[in-house]
């Protein structure tokens, strides 16, 4: 038991002198996303106002109302970039998605704050978006394999993936 | 006349222009309405973030109301019950980005207090500090860090209505110490735990009647615990515990018995189907009656139909006096049931266990339960 806590003793010592007290959770910002996504070239923030038929089929996709009366998004052509908040258990979870044709991109874990399930931000979780669209009755066209222990945090993905995917389906147009 | 249709002229010519700065005007007004409407929008939005996360205090919970419909053999008591087995309530608060608080209040058996079947339990309190972006500390009291179950035990969360009796009778979940304890990830998928801890007040063997829950615990001999855990492909999940407590009596002199728990499992799903087993060992030095070795495994696939159905079988072998093999001490159990999940926080079980036990006292019959977290 003694060399337990000398052992204890000394992991602690060496990870409180490696490091300060820092804010875990953020792996990239927005606007670094977005600049990733457009190449440097971001362009004007649009807006889709979540009301009537938009609101009740994000209400459905996020399994309760949503707390935000309007989404921003990026766009250029077929290109959109999405960046939404979604709580896993308790805290937010922040996930930018790009949609090209219909399709994921690119899905991101930008802000994680949960204690619990954090395992979702790494790529072999989040690559299995790659290439997922939306089909009949808001389902997404692939299955996504969980984590055992981020139950919460993979269906806050899911449901983000899902709500992007339908939210494009929604936004006009623009020339390129 | 002529005023007239001078005046008419004039107009005429003059309204392009003023049809003009009419739309200049409208537009401009439009201009204003959208942006005090994206202004109002921004404050309520910014008003609803502060009324659910922005006051950094957080409020949680799941319950689950069980009925037991068993019929004894051989002497095993039969059971026809309701039960609301457990009402939990989580609060947490974020006292900033750094430093956090957990906690986790349980009402077992609806009713508390002295000659009552429940019981108030304190089952998490802890602050926890982010070292770095992948390392973390934690101080108070906190679920162990062992088996499928122990740390992630919402109804929802799991098949059958009752827990799996291995890790029940085993691990023995729902197990918690208070102490220090460090996590985080050291590589791509690989994480760690390793904890100091108090331990189990162990009499006669009794490893589940050891916990001491925290109630003034004897701290005469405390606990270390570590766990490394591996989830680099998707849907999967490997991981292992190890325990060492010296002194397992809890006795100030005269006595250093040691007590080792080595416990493995898999958890995997892929497409519909799911995979849960797990393996978990104690080694209680100078344990009599064959209480020196208990061990037990479980072994439970499904299959997911839809989102909504899923079904399960389940094998639950245990043996609590592993350690004398003339002892015919060794339980299985099989189950088999389906969870219907109404909405992905809600969830509607039956199952039906048949058990296999020790002189075949056995209590064969089925569950109905009902679970929710929020």
């Known amino acids: 038991m003694k060399r337990i806590r000398f052992t204890l003793l000394i992991f602690s010592v060496t990870l409180l002198a490696s490091t300060m007290l820092n804010a875990r959770g953020v792996y990239q910002s927005r606007e670094a996303f977005l600049e990733e996504t457009f190449n440097g070239s971001v362009p004007k923030a649009e807006v889709i106002w979540l009301s009537g038929e938009i609101k009740q089929h994000a209400s459905e996709i996020l399994h309760h109302k949503p707390n935000f009366l309007r989404v921003r998004y990026w766009a250029l052509g077929s290109k959109s970039a999405w960046v939404l908040n979604e709580i896993g258990k308790e805290q937010p979870i922040t996930v930018g998605i790009v949609i090209e044709n219909k399709k994921i991109k690119h899905l991101r874990v930008l802000e994680f704050r949960e204690s619990r399930g954090d395992e979702v931000r790494h790529p072999f979780f989040t690559k299995q978006f790659l290439d997922v669209q939306l089909e009949k009755e808001n389902q997404l066209s692939k299955n996504i394999d969980g984590i055992t222990g981020a139950t919460l945090s993979v269906r806050a993905l899911k449901s983000l993936a899902t709500l992007a995917l339908y939210l494009d389906s929604k936004r006009k147009l623009k020339a390129q | 006349m002529l005023n007239l249709k001078t005046l008419t002229a004039a107009i005429f010519i003059s309204s392009p222009a ?32 502060k009324s659910t996360s922005g006051n950094r205090t957080t409020i949680g919970g799941y319950g689950e109301l069980h009925y037991n419909n068993w019929t004894g053999e051989n002497g095993a008591k039969s059971k026809k019950e309701l039960d609301f087995h457990r009402f939990v309530l989580f609060f947490g608060h974020e006292f900033n980005d750094s430093i956090r608080f957990f906690s986790e209040v349980e009402l077992e058996h609806s009713i508390a207090g002295e000659g009552q079947n429940g019981e108030v339990e304190l089952e998490q309190a802890y602050v926890e500090f982010d070292l770095s972006q992948n390392h973390r500390a934690k101080g108070g009291l906190f679920l162990v860090p062992v088996g499928i179950l122990n740390e992630t035990h919402e109804p929802p969360t799991f098949y059958g209505v009752e827990r799996n009796p291995v890790e029940k009778n085993i691990v023995p979940t729902t197990w918690w110490e208070a102490g220090l304890a460090f996590s985080g990830e050291f590589a791509k998928g690989w994480s760690y735990d390793l904890g100091l801890t108090s331990g189990l007040d162990i009499q006669d063997g009794n490893i589940r009647g050891g916990r001491q829950k925290v109630s003034k615990a004897n701290a005469e001999h405390l606990m270390g615990v570590g766990r490394i855990k591996w989830t680099g492909i998707s849907g999967l999940e490997i991981a292992a515990t190890a325990t060492y407590q010296d002194g397992y009596e809890q006795v100030t002199a005269g006595s250093n018995k040691t007590a080792q728990l080595f416990e493995t499992h898999v958890a995997w799903t892929t497409g519909p189907f799911g995979l849960r087993a797990l393996y978990a060992t104690w080694n209680l030095q100078d344990a009599t009656n064959g209480r020196d070795q208990q061990t037990g495994y479980y072994v439970e696939p499904a299959y997911r139909i839809n989102d909504q159905l899923g079904l399960f079988v389940r094998y639950n072998s245990w043996d609590n006096q592993a350690g004398d093999s003339n002892i015919d001490s060794e339980k299985i159990q099989y189950d088999a049931g389906i969870n219907y999940w109404p909405h992905p926080n809600v969830v509607i079980k039956a199952d039906y266990q048949k058990q296999e036990m020790p002189g075949d006292k056995n209590q064969n019959g089925f569950n109905l339960g009902l679970g929710y977290q929020f």
């Open chain 2, 18 to 49: 003023l049809v003009s700065a009419n739309e200049a005007d409208l537009q401009k007004q439009i201009d204003e309405l959208k942006q005090q409407i994206n202004a109002t929008a921004e404050m309520v939005e910014n008003s609803s973030a």
